[in-house]
C-alpha cells in the first residue's frame, strides 16, 4: 500500500506557519484545524522565523553590487579577447 503524500501551496503554509507564530492556538490545536502533523507545522514555523528578516533588507544595494561585479567581469573578458583577436590578426599577417 503507497502514501501519497500531501502537497502544500505557499499560501497554505505561511497561513499555518503564522498562526503557529502567532501562539492564539496550540500546535496540536492547529494540526487538527489543517490536518497537518505537529512536525511539520513546527518546520514551518521555523522557516518563517527564519526568512523573516530578510523580507525587509534592502535588495537594491545586493542586485547593485551583483550587477557592479557582473560588468567588471564581462570588461575584463573583453579586454582578454581583444588582445587575443589582435595577436591573432599580428600572426595571420605575419603567415601571408
Known amino acids: 500500500m503507497a502514501v501519497i503524500r500531501k ?3 505557499a499560501a497554505f503554509k505561511a497561513r499555518v506557519a503564522l498562526e503557529a507564530v502567532r501562539g492564539e492556538k496550540t500546535v ?3 494540526s487538527s484545524d489543517y ?3 505537529g512536525n511539520q ?3 514551518w ?3 518563517l522565523l527564519e526568512e523573516l528578516p530578510g523580507i525587509f533588507k534592502d535588495r537594491r544595494k545586493k542586485s547593485d553590487k551583483e550587477n557592479e ?3 567588471a567581469e564581462l570588461y575584463r573578458q573583453i579586454g582578454q579577447l581583444k ?3 589582435d595577436w591573432l590578426k599580428k600572426k595571420s ?3 601571408r
Request: hydrophobic share 40%; proline share 0%.
Open 69 to 71: 561585479e557582473l560588468t
Open 83 to 85: 588582445v587575443e583577436l
Open 28 to 30: 496540536a490545536q492547529i
Open 93 to 95: 599577417a605575419l603567415l
Open 45 to 47: 514555523k521555523k522557516k
Open 35 to 37: 490536518k497537518v502533523h
Open 7 to 9: 502537497k502544500h501551496d
Open 41 to 43: 507545522i513546527r518546520q
